[in-house]
């Protein structure tokens, strides 16, 4: 049940920006492999005052979440940089993995 949602993503962008308040998660690891969340990034802050965006590791079904530094995370950073959106942009990681201890996993992360 974990990549199930209801509606789609924009449904519910649209609905968080016409509620003021309301925010829109950005949740990487939910995303199509094929969408590139950093792309998103300077649009929902068109709309938003602020974004929050969960950084984590692709959804599997051994629920391996623990962030690592790829490709699209330094894109993340990155475009978040280039909008000047330091101070809007809320990021949550995500360091669970059921295969290996917590602490470990907290390590691995912060380290990638």
Known sequence: MESYTTESNEFYTAYAASHKGVYNLIDAGHFHPSEYISDKISTMLCYFDYLPLYVTGPVNWDSDHVVSFDDETKEIC???????????VLIGLDFFDAS?????????????
């Open 100 to 112: 290996i201890n917590r602490v470990a996993a907290w390590i691995i992360g912060t380290h990638n």
């Open 78 to 88: 990155k475009e978040i940089v280039r909008n000047s959106a330091l101070d809007k």
